[in-house]
T-cell receptor, first 115, second 112 residues
Framework: AQSVTQLGSHVSVSEGALVLLRCNYSSSVPPYLFWYVQYPNQGLQLLLKYTTGATLVKGINGFEAEFKKSETSFHLTKPSAHMSDAAEYFCAVSDTTSGTYKYIFGTGTRLKVLA | DSGVTQTPKHLITATGQRVTLRCSPRSGDLSVYWYQQSLDQGLQFLIH???????AKGNILERFSAQQFPDLHSELNLSSLELGDSALYFC???????????FGSGTRLTVV
């Protein structure tokens, strides 16, 4: 069975500092990996995805993530945090074989950006 | 606007009642997924429909059912509601490739 672990339910960074949100996955088949962001009272918005190919993927709003198979990780980073990045971030994994692209989501990391 | 429309946005109802949540997928998307988001369970996959056919079931209670109609909109029916069913219910749609869902803004259900 697939699973996702997000380390740190709450992360605080200063404005302008590096953002690092951690995600580790478990999958018996090549995974597809996703990061989503959720702002208060809104739905989830896709930030970036890894399917195949280049392991460093760039997304919207200056975020990027690197797929590391040996470490089963897909950590999300942004070089310089902005106040508007404050939100909840979810990592998700889906399998590529079952004919349904259901996603397993992590428990989320709430990012707080300090002025 | 993501292109996925969910109605209603808010719903308050009493225990034991039945409600229907509606989702219209993004134009051209054949798949609809339903998820429940609660504080204690996080985001839980409920069910997936593709072009009118059920494709996968997750942690969906027997009191809950769903369907997808020929025009591709989907409805999630929740019956014999309990206090613990209070949650945000999201639908998401996708195309035939696995390039990420587009989520609706959700229906917040409060059972009192």
């Amino acid at each position: 069975a697939q699973s996702v672990t997000q380390l740190g339910s709450h992360v605080s960074v200063s404005e302008g500092a590096l953002v690092l949100l951690r995600c580790n996955y478990s999958s018996s088949v090549p995974p597809y990996l996703f990061w989503y962001v959720q702002y208060p009272n809104q739905g989830l918005q896709l930030l970036l995805k890894y399917t195949t190919g280049a392991t460093l993927v760039k997304g919207i709003n200056g975020f990027e993530a690197e797929f590391k198979k040996s470490e089963t990780s897909f950590h999300l980073t942004k070089p310089s945090a902005h106040m508007s990045d404050a939100a909840e971030y979810f990592c998700a994994v889906s399998d590529t074989t079952s004919g349904t692209y259901k996603y397993i989501f992590g428990t989320g990391t709430r990012l707080k950006v300090l002025a | 606007d993501s292109g996925v429309t969910q109605t209603p946005k808010h719903l308050i109802t009493a225990t034991g009642q039945r409600v229907t949540l509606r989702c219209s997928p993004r134009s051209g998307d054949l798949s609809v997924y339903w998820y429940q988001q609660s504080l204690d369970q996080g985001l839980q996959f409920l069910i997936h429909y593709y072009n009118g056919e059920e494709r996968a079931k997750g942690n969906i209670l027997e009191r809950f059912s769903a369907q997808q109609f020929p025009d591709l909109h989907s409805e999630l029916n929740l019956s014999s509601l309990e206090l613990g069913d209070s949650a945000l219910y999201f639908c998401a749609s996708s195309g035939t490739a696995n390039y990420g869902y587009t989520f609706g803004s959700g229906t917040r259900l409060t059972v009192v």
